[in-house]
């Protein structure tokens, strides 16, 4: 419970200083042992469910308004067993957008240089996330933007599914935007 107030503290504390406050990393990153950025094992998580008292800071900061919520690349065997849970639709969808009532912008965690994930092609991280329901791909590799765009917009083309959620996700980004001040882009200096 003092995690989950004090969560809902530091949103509301980003909104004064104008700051858009993201929650990190959903479900929840406290019960695995590896740092998924480094390692591709010991990133599992065998205890949480979708009922779990952990999952209440992230409820206490959609409560309290929070822009974004970023997703972890951890495994959570109770919630979609072997799949990471930036490819997870039962994480993404289910749990975050209907259980948690999650409408606004989610965001990978970085799925560039991420170990967690490195076994999966570069293209299909972009496309597998933005399947499961997610917004934003990030990426702390440069190179990677090319080939994820290509392979979004060549899932786009064929996927007139996957093509309505690329427009829901550019909609839910372009709102976040405009809602801290960044829709018009004015040159340098004006």
């Known amino acids: 419970k003092d995690n989950a107030r004090m969560v809902a503290a530091f949103v509301t504390a980003m909104h004064h200083g104008g700051v858009a406050a993201t929650v990190k990393h959903f479900?929840?990153?406290?019960?695995?042992?590896?740092n998924t950025d480094f390692y591709a094992t010991g990133i599992t998580d065998t205890v949480t469910d979708a009922n779990d008292p952990y999952l209440e800071p992230f409820a206490s900061g959609i409560r309290a308004g929070a822009d974004l919520v970023m997703v972890g690349s951890a495994i959570y065997t109770k919630l979609d067993p072997g799949v990471n849970a930036v490819f997870s639709k039962r994480i993404v969808t289910d749990l975050l957008r209907d259980q948690l009532g999650w409408q606004g912008v989610t965001i990978t965690d970085d799925v560039g240089n991420a170990k967690a994930v490195a076994g999966t092609p570069v293209g299909e991280r972009?496309?597998?996330?933005?399947?499961?329901?997610?917004?934003?791909?990030?990426?702390?590799?440069?190179?990677?933007?090319?080939?994820?765009h290509e392979a979004i917009t060549a899932k786009a083309r064929g996927d007139a599914a996957f093509a309505r959620q690329v427009l829901f996700s550019a909609a839910r980004v372009i709102d976040l935007k405009g809602s801290r001040g960044?829709?018009?882009?004015?040159?340098?200096g004006q």
């Open 27 to 34: 479900p929840g990153i406290g019960r695995i042992v590896n």
């Open 126 to 148: 972009a496309t597998k996330f933005i399947a499961a329901g997610g917004d934003i791909v990030l990426t702390a590799r440069p190179a990677d933007v090319t080939v994820m």
């Open 182 to 188: 960044l829709g018009a882009c004015r040159p340098t």
